[in-house]
């Protein structure tokens, strides 16, 4: 994989998040789903710790979808998954699409469980 086909990875996936963001909410298997093939790209794309946040970001995009599928997903429950889950993924995002610094990699990990966990709650809540 060269550079710049590498640099299109994230920027496609960063595309389609802040156009899902622009709603303010986080739902819709297919939508989610999408995001979810855009983030195992940037883990086919990427190298080392790059390759973890991308996988992480995929396996939770997939699971999100999974959960959604088949069924309706209310606007607050879009819009508190959105809530959830929105800082901890542009900030993934923005360092797939930035190279930030390695010491960044484990926060935002931790970010993402923080988030994941937040969500676990809240549907055990429900």
Sequence with gaps: MT??????????LKE?????RQSGRLGGSDSLAELR??????????????RVVAFVLACMFEKLAED???RPVTIDEAQDLFAIFDQPVIRAI????????ESA??????SLA?????D???ARAD
């Design 120 to 122: 676990a709650d809240r």
């Design 3 to 12: 550079p710049t086909s590498a640099g299109l990875a994230p920027r496609r």
């Design 16 to 20: 389609k998040y802040l156009q899902v």
């Design 37 to 50: 093939n855009l983030a195992a790209d940037c883990f086919d794309a990427g190298a080392g710790r790059y």
């Design 94 to 101: 923005d360092f797939l699409s930035q190279n930030e610094p």
């Design 114 to 118: 923080d988030a994941w966990k937040r």
């Design 105 to 110: 990699c484990l926060d935002i990990l931790v």
């Design 68 to 70: 959604e599928e088949g």
